[in-house]
């Protein structure tokens, strides 16, 4: 069982629509998710961090997290074009030196169509 | 506010030679990680260092690499008598010395080994 498993996709959502992505991981003791957006040929780039159960909103972007269920979705709204990318699911895997380690998934392509 | 810095962007070898990879840390930040992406893979983790010292190298092949993170100057990935395989994108990240465990990623560098 991989560690930490996304829908590989890809996903094409008309513009203007909410795109959803979703994520399990597999290790319980994971205390932090994390989504990147990494467009092709470029690194990733960091936009949204979540900790608790619930959802955590942040302009357009919607974070949820259920720890009991080993499940964690970003939900993009109001879609556009330039929202076109490859999504990272990662997560804190909890090791002997502390929690910083990164578990990603391999990633869900998302096309906005216009 | 300068983000993290790698260079070179992109570094052809040869077979067998050597091939460096820098990283300068986002100012205020002491912890510094070294992921791999390999041609449509995902993000692996190979180490992470504060300065003098690794943390936890669990991600690292065992022969023919090598990190370190020097109390001055930017941190290098080394890779001894490179093949074919080690063609990837190398990315370097950093985080600052608490417990969000944000981490926020290089550029990258693209090595192709000829």
């Known amino acids: 069982q991989k560690e930490v498993e996304q829908n590989s996709g890809p996903l094409s959502v008309p513009e203007g629509a909410i795109a959803s992505l979703n994520c399990t991981y597999s290790d319980r003791g994971s205390q932090s998710f994390f989504w990147y957006r990494q467009y092709s040929g470029k690194s990733p780039e960091l936009i949204m961090s979540?900790?608790?159960?619930g959802d955590k909103e942040d302009g357009r972007f919607t974070a949820q997290l259920n720890k009991a269920s080993q499940y964690v979705s970003l939900l993009i709204r109001d879609s556009q074009p330039s929202d076109s990318a490859t999504y990272l699911c990662a997560v804190n895997a909890e090791s002997t030196f502390g929690n910083e380690k990164l578990t990603f998934g391999t990633g869900t392509r998302l096309t906005i169509i216009p | 506010n300068a983000g993290v810095m790698q260079n070179p962007r992109h570094l052809v070898r040869r077979r067998g030679q050597e091939a460096r990879l820098r990283c300068s840390p986002m100012?205020?930040?002491?912890?510094v990680y070294w992921y791999r992406q390999l041609p449509e893979e995902g993000l692996k983790f190979m180490v992470y260092l504060q300065k003098e010292n690794i943390i936890d190298e669990s991600g690292m092949p065992k022969e023919r690499f090598s990190a370190e993170f020097p109390k001055e100057g930017p941190s290098i990935l080394r890779i001894q008598q490179v093949v074919r395989g080690d063609s990837a994108a190398y990315f370097c990240?950093?985080?600052?010395?608490?417990?969000?465990?944000?981490?926020?990623f290089g550029p990258g560098t693209r090595l192709t080994v000829t």
């Open positions: 979540i900790y608790s159960n």
């Open positions: 990240a950093s985080s600052p010395p608490d417990t969000s465990y944000e981490q926020y």
């Open positions: 100012k205020g930040h002491s912890h």
